[in-house]
């Protein structure tokens, strides 16, 4: 009888539209959404502006006017140079009192500089000059191997300077948490919005809540046999849709979740079962119609995820510094915390803590739920 | 001779100030068709949800099959059909998958269900839409599955809580067709209605209810003998004075005259002659009339009888 019940179950839970717009459909765009808002924000923010610079040449050095063209030339430049003769350097000194370039280089037997003040912008000029100085013997060797090969140092160079002066340049495959913290959020909340599949269930065997409640009350199937069997199916169909979440957001929207994958894994389908059983709690309390409690469950769930910064990323560490409790106990800062500790430290103390909270706070919304869901004869129906 | 399959005895069930049902007995015998008639809100539904041991109520005892029902009672439960008031399916499960489920619940063996389930399906005539979603189903399509999904599993105990309202006459000559079917099949059924053509023409005997009591109890032809009206003489009349219908009302056997100035309405007891008697009285004071027309009794006039007013309002 309990795989009669869970075998339909399932296959209700699986032909239910709400199921894939609301677990599936929605969060994959929302996924999509973050993924080209944060990508864009994230380039503005780090990566920096191409640096302009007045190059004046005292003498001539063939192999630093090639290099410098060449890395005028590369896409997305980190320096543009200008070039000014001797005689014009009040015309590049002008330049830099308004502030159009950030240095001006000075050609000579060596490589000097002025800046108007100390900034990112100078000091990725004298890394420049640096770094230039420093390699100047293989650079020249590798020009003149190799005619055109100014390019491939002018690339080189940059490379390097952006790894002293730490700018990175590629934000893929960097293990950035300030982004990847939205999708531990959107996680959370296709967990919780499984609270609403959940209720629907709850609602679905209830005979004061439902019409089929009442007919299948009628039917020689245990009460407590019906409960278990759709909260289980429920679980099942959860633990897909978190699958489906977790692989959408790494191999599709290819978002580093960092290397325990099958942790991360494992953590989705846990946070799915809190979702479960909010449901079933949201179900089981009170008499009132299914789609208010649809509503409930939804706004419940979102605030949740506001709580824990799905919509504003710092707005979980405000909350740290005033209401910490609220961390301890919100469901989704719970769940995306766990992700983000997994990611984040080799120890599992804090991943643990997370996970056993999730747990506790799981298994009293269902015994709440078991609690409510007790009655087997109704005053009203 | 027959076994009693329901046996109610003094069921009273409040919803706070509202005395839903006030002291109700009811005993159905093994092989009936028993009609639970009442207008709406005389607590044929809570009547039903109390024997199901769904709603608790103040006082009484329900026994069904001679044990004493509960909700935990499985072995009963497992022998009864329920086709609710409110259709009870799953959108999400197409109409056979409907029907399997339900039918599952009661029926463990699989080769057995799979036969019930067609058998189901074919005594609903729904053979053409296994593969449809309820939701795609006309309203009388719609109930047909909510009654295979409730005799699926071949119960001994068939209950049906007004399963025909808003349904084409089709289908509902279909469904009380099959009611009777299944009677014959050696179901015992209950069934309620507030449309007494529907009890009186498959109904073996039949409680009428209101505000929660039982006022009469008997098969039709009992419940029409114990009302004084035999015969109800309607008359299409363009006008009528006042003091013909009063000659009319002092007619042997008349108990009541009613003029609505379009029909004048008879409702005479006993005797023969009663018509041949008023046409004198219209023809005595050279009135014209139109169609005239004689009704036996219907179970409307015992219940307009017994307390006053119509099973319901006019047609509906
Ligand atoms: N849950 C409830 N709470 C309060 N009153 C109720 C409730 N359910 C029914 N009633 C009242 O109890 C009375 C009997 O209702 P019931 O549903 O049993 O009538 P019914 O004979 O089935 O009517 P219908 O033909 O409309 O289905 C009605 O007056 C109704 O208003
Ligand atoms: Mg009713």
Redesign the pocket.
Known sequence: MFLHELFYQIKCSLKTKELYIWIILFPAFLGIVFKAALYDIYNRQTKFETVPAAVVTVRDDPIFSQVTKGINESEDPMFSFTFFSADEEQKALELLDSEEVGGVIYLEDELSMKVKYDGMKATMLKTFIETYTFQETIIKDAVMKDPLGYQKVADALTEDISTVTEVPLIPEGTNTNYMTQYFYNLLAMVALFGSMTGLRKTVESQANLSALGARRSCSPVKKSVTTVAGLTANFIVQSLCMVFSVTFIRFVLKVDLGDKLPMIYLTAVISGLLGVCLGFLIGSAGTFSEDSKEGISTVVSLLMCFLSGLMAGDMRIKIEDRIPIINRINPSALISDCFFSLNMFSDYSRYITDIVSILIISFIFALIGFVLTRRRKYA?? | MENTIVKIEGLVKR??E?I?LDHLDLEIKEGEVFGLL??????????INCLLSLLSFDKGSIEIFGRKMSPTAYDIKRDIGVIM?NVAVYEELSVYDNIDYFCGLYVKDKAVRKQYVEDAVKFVGLEEFLKFKPKKLSGGLFRRLNIACGIAHKPRLIIL??PTVAVDPQSRNKILEGIEELNRNGATIIY?S?YMEEVEQICTRIAI?DK?KKIAEGTKDELKRTIKNTETVTIEILSLPEKVREETGSLPHVYSAEYDGARLTVRCSGGKHNLIRILEVLQKNELSFGRVYTELPTLNDVFLEITGKALRDKED
């Open positions: 009203s129906l | 919803y706070s509202l839903a009442g207008p709406n809100g005389s607590g044929k539904t809570t009547t008031q809580d007004e309620t507030h209810m929660g």
